[in-house]
């Protein structure tokens, strides 16, 4: 299906939204490199026209409902246990209870052969910063749209244990991938 003008709504049922971490520090092999997705999202996007060119998107997170999806490198797999215990300090350090969703406005999108990019401001605990999101064209209306974002921009201190000899990057990688051939339109 070509897109045609005009708004489209996606969220979970035409695609994943997805975030990676990965550790550091001098006990690093004890822990995970992260997989989470979130599972309540949704996200509006507007075409002018028929091209990206002039199109604007606006998207919502609930952060509460980020999980654990996989965990590589460790000393041992991920334990449900452990999978628990993530999504737990994940939405403290988050401030969940006080910032619940994570939102995303775009002030621009630039196509380009192949796929283009979407800037804009991400809003995400009490703090809002500026974010670029590179997006590849994978073929049949299917797009993946990826952006590293920097905790500490948002006021956010990177997870750590063992005296910090064991942490997670500040740079964390938000991933989105959509079929737009199941889209809503509105």
């Given at each position: 299906m070509a897109l045609s003008a005009g708004q489209f709504r996606i969220g979970p049922s035409s695609g994943r939204m997805l975030v990676r971490t990965r550790r550091q520090g001098v006990a690093s092999k004890v822990g995970h490199d992260l997989l989470l997705e979130v599972d309540d999202w949704s996200a509006q996007v507007n075409l002018p026209g028929d091209t990206p060119a002039g199109a604007s998107l606006t998207a919502r997170a609930e952060l509460g409902s980020l999980h654990v999806r996989e965990g590589t490198g460790g000393v041992k797999p991920l334990t449900d246990k452990d999978r628990g215990e993530i999504e737990s300090n994940a939405r403290r350090i988050l401030d969940v209870?006080?910032?619940?969703?994570?939102?995303?406005?775009?002030?621009?999108?630039?196509p380009t052969e192949g796929g283009?990019?979407?800037?804009?401001?991400?809003?995400?605990?009490?703090?809002?910063?500026?974010?670029?999101?590179?997006?590849?064209d994978l073929g049949a209306d299917r797009y993946r749209a990826i952006g590293t974002?920097?905790?500490?921009?948002?006021?956010?201190?990177?997870?750590?244990?063992?005296?910090?000899?064991?942490?997670?990057?500040?740079?964390?990688?938000?991933?989105?991938?959509?079929?737009?051939s199941t889209a809503e339109r509105v």
């Open positions: 209870d006080r910032n619940p969703m994570a939102t995303f406005e775009s002030t621009q999108v630039t283009g990019t979407i800037s804009g401001t991400l809003a995400l605990r009490n703090g809002s910063a500026p974010v670029e999101f590179q997006v590849s974002v920097l905790q500490s921009a948002y006021g956010i201190k990177p997870y750590s244990a063992f005296l910090g000899a064991l942490k997670l990057r500040d740079e964390v990688e938000i991933a989105v991938e959509v079929d737009l």
